[in-house]
């Protein structure tokens, strides 16, 4: 059975940086379009990315633009989310989400209410000094 498992939180001052990653085990990541999103404490979950199975669409929701990037990495059968001049209001749990093509649309892509086929376990971000 496939799952998805993000790596690479953690503690980080204000105006640091953090890479997670989103790897993939018995499915090829490759097939679908991964979404994240992150939850902080007392608040909904929230879009952060979305970024298309083919590498060639990218999304980010207005409180990341100019400071996350998503890429893809097919040689890891991974997606990595660059974060760059993270601020405290990025705190909170990290989750990416697979969705194979008939559940993921650009146009609606990020939303929490959305169907995926696979979600990972969550990653804490903590941005503190």
């Known amino acids: 059975q496939g799952q998805l498992v993000e790596s690479g939180g953690g503690l980080v001052q204000p105006g640091g940086s953090l890479r997670l990653s989103c790897a993939a085990s018995?499915?090829?990541?490759?097939?679908?379009?991964i979404d994240w999103f992150r939850q902080a404490p007392g608040k909904d979950r929230e879009g952060v990315s979305c970024i298309s199975a083919s590498g060639d669409f990218t999304k980010y929701f207005e409180s990341v633009k100019g400071r996350f990037t998503v890429s893809r990495d097919s040689a890891q059968n991974a997606v990595h989310l660059q974060m760059n001049s993270l601020k405290s209001e990025d705190t909170g749990v990290y989750y990416c989400?697979?969705?194979?093509?008939?559940?993921?649309?650009?146009?609606?892509?990020?939303?929490?209410?959305?169907?995926?086929?696979?979600w990972g376990q969550g990653i804490q971000v903590t941005v503190s000094s």
């Open positions: 989400a697979a969705a194979g093509p008939l559940r993921w649309d650009r146009a609606t892509c990020g939303k929490a209410s959305n169907s995926y086929d696979y």
């Open positions: 018995g499915f090829f990541q490759g097939y679908y379009s």
